[in-house]
């Protein structure tokens, strides 16, 4: 099958439901400009991916070789989805790809996406209707060849036809657009804004009056991609806008952390307006031993009194491990469970299992003076990263316990795209960067490089990632009180409030 899917106008959050699933079960994709590397991140590793995407004076490939491409890959027998920004039938040219598939006999469906047209304007607080000042509205191609001896466009009925009119692709084309719609009627005190980037982090918005627009854009050097608005609407910006006021719009953060854990905080940084770059600063890897004692210490879990876990990455490879072994939770029957952070006993409870143990502050030292008044005689299974410190099992031990230390994971540096990452931070493109481990600091800086800190704000979700900050010469800007995303996330909105 060959999927025509809309890919929304900007904001991966606003990709259907349908389109995602499609994408999750793509064997080839052949996607534009506009869609985003977050959407792209559905598809399958394995998949193969083809780049067709057009700018203004470029294109990587002409409309009928790409309608050709979809034609060559349909007859593969695999799932093909041809991935297009917004909605494939609104200025997509999506149909002409149809037809082209059509006349070859191959099947495909239609994913409509959500528009820019309507997304974009209400993203700047702009509705394309409201009572009492619009009851209609139209959509219209900005990107028509000046050289062209006669528009394609009937402005003489629709400078007036419609009270909201919506131009994409219409930067270049602006002064015409404007002296058009002038000429045959519409006001030049008409309000008007210039929306570029639209439903993005990086959104810009610029509102004017229909005569100053061509000239303003001029100045401030707007480039595409954006969006042309006209109508009394606009002036209801200035109630309605909602999402370049959130508290971190505009901000760009760098996520260091494993990249199957990065999304949590991303998603939270990117809810408050965010722009996040993910840099997976670890991965999370088998122990040097393979799970030598990682298997041998499951095959005598029931000897142990009580197991404590330090990571929400521990307690998913320590049950990982139990599975392999073909065993479940009832083999823990008789051993008390501890848990330092509640990302770590709230992953516990993934697995049936309530923490008998949750420090009030989420350090070894402190799940130490809790428990050093009842571990006396008792066997102790300590699962946790290769590296880490050996405070826990040392206070534990001189309180008469004896304690297995074993390693169900190890952390990796994971420098990919290090370079582009350090272009970004060299430019002042990067205004935060969090650390929710000490392995984040290190590996970043393994990767980075010490001196690429050193102009940076910093975010740690603790004092322990704050003291390794501390051990390449960072004192930390925000430090998280609550050692969590959540307690992390909250620092950084303080930080911003000032």
């Known amino acids: 099958m060959v999927y025509l899917v809309g890919a929304g106008p900007g904001d991966p959050g606003l990709l259907t439901v349908k389109a995602r699933e499609i994408l999750e079960s793509a064997d080839v994709v052949i996607y534009d400009r506009l869609a985003g590397e977050e959407i792209l991140n559905y598809v399958p590793e394995n998949a193969e991916k083809i780049y067709v995407g057009k700018s203004a004076g470029k294109h990587t490939l002409k409309q009928e070789e790409i309608n050709n491409l979809l034609v060559e890959k349909g ?31 191959l099947p495909f469906e239609i994913v409509p996406g959500v528009t820019s047209a309507v997304a974009v304007p209400a993203y700047a607080g702009i509705p394309v209707t409201h009572r009492g000042i619009a009851v209609s509205f139209s959509v219209i ?18 400078a007036t036809a419609t009270d909201t009119l919506i131009f994409l692709m219409g930067i270049a084309n602006l002064p015409k657009i404007t002296e058009k719609l002038i000429e045959n009627g519409r006001s030049g005190k008409t309000p008007a804004a210039v929306i570029r980037r639209g439903t993005t982090p990086a959104q810009e918005v610029f509102v004017t009056t229909l005569e100053k627009a061509a000239a303003e854009v001029e ?41 199957t854990q990065a999304s949590e905080l991303s998603r939270k940084l990117k809810n408050l307006g965010a722009a996040v770059i993910e840099f997976p600063a670890i991965k999370i890897a088998p122990p040097s031993d393979n799970f030598k004692f990682a298997d041998a210490a499951i095959k005598n879990i029931r000897s142990y009194d009580r197991i404590i876990f330090t990571s929400a990455n521990g307690v ?66 300590l699962a946790r990263a290769e590296v880490a410190r050996n405070i826990l099992p040392e206070e534990l031990e001189k309180h008469g316990a004896k304690v297995d230390v074993v390693p169900f994971y190890k952390t990796e540096p ?8 350090l272009t970004q931070i060299n430019s002042g493109k990067i205004d935060l960067v969090t650390f929710t481990s000490s392995s984040t600091v290190e590996n970043f800086v393994k990767a980075c490089g010490r001196d690429c800190l050193k102009n940076l704000k910093t975010a740690a979700i603790g004092p322990i990632t704050a003291e390794t900050l501390k051990k390449f ?26």
Do not use: C, M
Not at 320 to 348: E, H, P
Not at 414 to 421: F, K, L, P, Q, T
């Open 316 to 381: 998913e490879k320590f049950f990982d491990r139990l599975k392999f072994a073909g065993l479940d939770t009832r083999v823990l029957g008789k051993a008390k469970i501890a848990a330092i952070g509640s990302a770590t006993a709230k992953k516990l409870e993934n697995f049936g299992i309530i923490a008998d143990n949750v420090p009030a502050e989420f350090k070894a030292e402190n799940l130490a003076e809790e428990l050093k008044n009842s571990v006396a005689g008792e066997k102790i299974l």
């Open 75 to 105: 007859k593969s027998g695999k799932n093909i989805v041809r991935l297009k920004g917004g909605d494939p039938f609104v200025f997509g040219r999506g149909g002409e790809e149809g037809i082209s598939l059509a006349e070859n006999n």
């Open 141 to 158: 191609t900005g990107h028509e060849d000046p050289t062209k001896p006669e528009s394609g466009i009937r402005w003489e009925k629709l």
């Open 473 to 498: 010469e960072v004192e930390p800007d925000i430090v998280a009180e609550e050692y969590t995303i959540d307690g992390l996330v909250a620092a950084i909105q303080n930080f911003q409030a000032g």
């Open 414 to 421: 994971a420098d990919e795209n290090s370079g582009e990452i």
């Open 219 to 259: 100045e401030r050097k707007i480039t595409p991609p954006a969006i042309f608005v006209v109508g009394e609407t606009v002036n209801l910006r200035e109630s309605l806008k909602f999402f370049d006021t959130k508290i971190l719009f505009g901000k760009r953060i760098l996520v260091t952390r494993a990249r």
